[in-house]
């Protein structure tokens, strides 16, 4: 083995890695592994930029454009709707039609498209016939991954494999040439599934909607039914007058403001600058039981009592500012989890970064270097914050100074435990609502009342007692809020006039993130879908379950079905939004399809031209694609928004590495191996385990990085066995397309994963046996459309 080989392979190793942990995204994987061939010599300047300009790299982003003007002008869905019609409302017969749709239209769309289109399609059809969307979409996604198997560009793999044989020296394969093999796998996929399914796909998936009862029966899946009670103020309430953004009560109990009704007129999703007067009556979504919580520290700050500071034992505890330091280890880290008061005996009660003054909520911001902590503290807490490598400029500030930075300056206030057992083992540090309220619990003095009875600063394990006293700072207006939340009358039979849903002021969707959404990673706080769609999220259904708490702070994920309330005419909206996939529309999306003649007379172009050697597929793409801006069937933004980059950036990212497998030797080197394992059984052995590696490696490789990577040891192998490499070829790419045993294998599947309520084990049942019976098929069929040849 030489030194290029070993660092190659080592690269190779590497970049495996970092593809199934996941540590960093697929295509910074890709840039990074084509740089660092780049700097070690092993490809040069000209060949590790040469994926860019790669024929099948261009060829698949001008597929993805061309996909999006067959599904803008309206042709594809044309085409799945009307070829559904037949199908009746036999499960079988609907899966067979849905399997053929959908795998007919990858024969030519690209088939990540296909699965987004025919997604709502399906959900559709599962409302009308009343059959569960368990039992439809993973036959559809598995259909377009079948259907992918057939054409030149029905799968990047296809254009790969193609490429890879061409660059070589080989003849390509041609437009049609997988499809003898890949048509005896789609019809042998569809058998199959038809025949087990009723016993391998999940029989309760999400609730079966019929369009009369979808609405209730939505909400009753995510459990929305059973979580909405009202709220009513009394006349001389505390919280009159103040904003409802305010008075926190989303954030600290968990709760959706879904209406507000006063003097008999109800206004839905009331603003949060929106004013509370007495008697009011809000309908809100959560839990009862989180908003008995928050009512439990409100009837704290009923008890409580503004005491000048020399008049409370908790005086000796001073205020304390402390600055951030530039090598600080706490930068980055919430302020929840910094455990100042275990470390330092000091609290956080407000932080000062950039001119502006933080005093709510301080558990869930991160710390920067420069900012400016004001710290609640014991007599030690100085000397402590000095000795720390974590905080630069501490001290004590002046009158003047608190006034200058901090004003309004949080009080001392002194509250006695309610004798009850509702209050025993409450916990004194770490409530979301001290948190939000800007409350801090100074000391803890014994319930008799004496001033030596001071405990001082508790200790988190530290819970409260009936009848003892507490020290608390903060501001007098939120313990007011508290006060207000306190005399809260809660009602869980609501008013005919708060019933928003049947009198049909506030509809419901279900929608899952679109194949390129930019949304994905997002927390729900940070998409903040009240601010921009004027909608409220409501609940997430991820891998089977549903997650309706602390849904601020959920991450939204390819694969994650959730549901979002609002006004109909907001609810339409979504139809239109490219980052979401409306599953369940209130009004159906109106394509105009004037221009579907014209898509479809340009995508006949490009195949009749490809077919006839005009021009090659590459070529034939891009001008489609001009063509398709040109004559309006979608715009240059619409067409660059079609593009998944992060594909197009992975491809050709990797591609160098399959140069550099073939010029170091290390693709020889691990062709070698195989032959050495294989070789003495004969050619269609070798193909055979080159099938079963790939097949396998698709749980948890990207499928265009494993055909880079398999391509060149294929074609070194073929070489050493003296054949022609053709066959070899063809059943790498058909076990790089046939992605059916895992959730991550493709993103159609992550796409079913949600609306479909399916677990990571439901692929494996259905998909497992499928994988089986195509690789058995194609063995069956290698011989016969692509026999061994001499090389």
Excluded at 181 to 197: E, N, R
Excluded at 236 to 244: D, E, K, Q, V
Excluded at 441 to 452: Q, Y
Aim: glycine share 10%.
């Amino acid at each position: 083995m030489t030194a290029d080989i070993a660092l190659t392979l080592a690269i190779l190793i590497g970049s495996l890695v970092l593809f199934v942990t996941e540590v960093i995204r697929m295509d910074l994987v890709a840039l990074l592994v084509l740089g660092i061939l780049a700097v070690t010599g092993l490809a040069t300047p000209t060949e590790a930029l040469s994926g860019f300009g790669n024929p099948a790299v261009v060829t698949v982003w001008a597929m993805f454009i061309l996909s999006e003007g067959l599904t803008r002008t309206g042709i594809a869905s044309l085409l799945g709707r009307q070829v559904m019609r037949i199908a009746g409302r036999r499960e079988a017969a609907l899966i067979v039609v849905i399997m053929l749709t959908s795998g007919g239209l990858s024969f030519f769309m690209n088939n990540i498209g296909v699965a987004a289109l025919m997604l709502p399609v399906v959900i559709e059809i599962s409302r009308r016939t009343e059959v569960s969307p368990s039992r439809l979409l993973m036959p559809m996604a598995f259909g377009t991954l079948l259907g992918g198997l057939t054409t030149l560009f029905g799968t990047p793999a296809n254009l790969l494999v193609s490429v890879a044989l061409d660059q070589a020296g080989h003849v390509p394969f041609g437009l049609f040439d997988y499809m003898p093999v890949g048509l005896g796998a789609v019809a042998a996929g569809v058998v199959f599934i038809v025949v087990f399914s009723r016993w391998l796909l999940p029989a309760a998936g999400p609730a079966t909607l019929s369009p009369q009862r979808s609405q209730r029966a939505l909400r009753q899946r995510y459990g929305l039914q059973d979580r909405i009670f009202s709220l009513r103020l009394p006349p001389t309430s505390a919280l009159a007058g103040m904003a409802l953004g305010d008075i926190h009560i989303e954030a600290a109990a968990g709760l959706t403001i879904i209406a507000l009704e006063r003097n008999g007129k109800i206004e839905t999703l009331p603003s949060r600058r929106h004013r509370l007067q007495g008697g009011d009556k809000l309908l809100v979504q959560g839990r009862l039981d989180h908003f008995e919580d928050t009512r439990r520290w409100s009837e704290l700050a009923v008890a409580t009592e503004i005491v000048p500071p020399q008049d409370l034992p908790g005086a000796t505890m001073p205020l304390l500012e402390a600055t951030i330091a530039p090598d600080s280890n706490l930068i980055s880290t919430l302020v929840g989890e910094t455990n100042l008061r275990g470390r330092f005996g000091a609290d956080v009660l407000a932080i000062a970064r950039a001119g502006n003054v933080r005093r709510k909520n301080l558990g869930r911001i991160a710390l920067r270097e420069g900012d400016r902590l004001l710290l609640q503290g014991t007599a030690a807490a100085i000397a402590a914050l000095k000795d720390s490598n974590d905080f630069q400029d501490v001290g004590e500030p002046g009158a003047e100074a608190l006034q200058d930075s901090w004003d309004p300056v949080p009080d001392l206030f002194m509250t006695r435990v309610p004798a009850a057992p509702a209050f025993d083992g409450m916990s004194l540090v770490g409530s979301r609502t001290a948190d939000i309220f800007g409350l801090c619990v100074v000391a803890r003095l014994d319930g008799n009342g004496d001033d030596d009875g001071e405990r001082g600063m508790p200790d988190d394990p530290q819970v409260l007692h009936g009848g003892e006293r507490l020290l608390i700072r903060g501001h007098n207006l939120e313990l007011n809020i508290l006060r207000g939340l306190c005399e809260l009358v809660v009602d869980e039979s609501i008013s005919p006039n708060l019933n928003v849903f049947d009198a049909d002021r506030i509809a419901t969707v279900e929608a899952t993130l679109a194949p390129r959404s930019e949304l994905v990673g997002q927390s729900v706080a940070d998409i903040n879908f009240r601010e921009r769609f004027g909608l409220e999220f409501a609940g997430i259904w991820r891998a089977g379950s549903v997650l309706l708490d602390d849904l601020d702070h959920q991450t939204i994920e390819f694969g994650d079905a959730f549901v979002l309330l609002g006004p109909r005419q907001k609810l339409v909206l979504l139809n239109t939004e490219s980052d979401l996939l409306v599953l369940t529309p209130i009004s159906p999306d109106v394509t105009d399809t004037s221009r579907a003649p014209i898509a479809a007379a340009i995508m006949l172009g490009v195949v009749a031209s490809v077919l006839s050697g005009w021009m090659p597929i590459s070529i034939a793409a891009i001008s489609g694609v001009t063509l398709m801006v040109v004559s309006g069937c979608l715009s240059m933004e619409q067409a660059y928004r079609a593009i998944d980059w992060r594909a197009v950036v992975l491809i050709a990212g990797m591609l160098p590495l399959g140069i550099a497998m073939q010029e170091s030797g290390a693709a020889q080197y691990l062709a070698s191996l195989a032959m050495d394992a294989l070789g003495d059984s004969g050619p269609w052995t070798v193909i055979i385990g080159l099938y079963v590696v790939t097949a396998a490696s698709t749980m948890i490789i990207p499928t265009v990085a494993l055909v880079v990577l398999m391509s060149p040891i294929a074609l070194s192998a073929c070489a050493e066995l003296g054949i022609a490499p053709q066959t070899a070829m063809m059943g790498i790419a058909m076990a790089a397309s046939a992605s059916f045993t895992s959730p991550i294998s493709h993103p159609a599947n992550v796409l079913i994963m949600g609306p479909g309520g399916y677990r990571f084990s439901d692929y494996i049942k259905l998909g497992g046996p499928l994988t089986i019976i195509v690789f058995i098929v194609v063995m069956l069929l290698l011989p016969i459309f692509w026999p061994l040849q001499p090389a």
